[in-house]
């Protein structure tokens, strides 16, 4: 059964930084590809940043370019979001996803609120 379980998020200052981590299981790790979604209070859910099972080729969202990385760790089967310079628009629930033998699964997210 595919599972994720999130973390890394919390209440951080404008200009501060988190790292989220997505731990997968289930499925082979290393096959797909995954992606970080967020979704704002009253606002649809958003594609923050997706790349490929060989973990090349990684796509950001225009509004995260140069702030924010993603990585993987698969011995660990968990992938990363390195969010720096954090500004108060990018406060939102992150979530992972992944399209496993063509179903998606959502992880159940993480708050990241930034504030003063």
């Known amino acids: 059964q595919v599972h994720f379980v999130e973390s890394g998020g919390g209440l951080v200052q404008p200009g501060g930084s988190l790292r989220l981590s997505c731990a997968a299981s289930?499925?082979?790790?290393?096959?797909?590809?995954m992606s970080w979604y967020r979704q704002a209070p009253g606002k649809e859910r958003e594609l923050v940043a997706t790349?490929?099972?060989?973990?090349?080729?990684?796509n950001y969202a225009d509004s995260v370019k140069g702030r924010f990385t993603t990585s993987r760790d698969t011995a660990k089967n968990t992938v990363y979001l390195q969010l720096n310079s954090l500004k108060p628009e990018d406060t939102a629930v992150y979530y992972c996803?992944?399209?496993?033998?063509?179903?998606?699964?959502w992880g159940h997210g993480t708050q990241v609120t930034v504030s003063s």
């Open positions: 996803r992944a399209i496993v033998r063509s179903t998606i699964y």
């Open positions: 289930g499925f082979n790790f290393r096959d797909y590809g």
């Open positions: 790349f490929s099972s060989e973990g090349s080729g990684t």
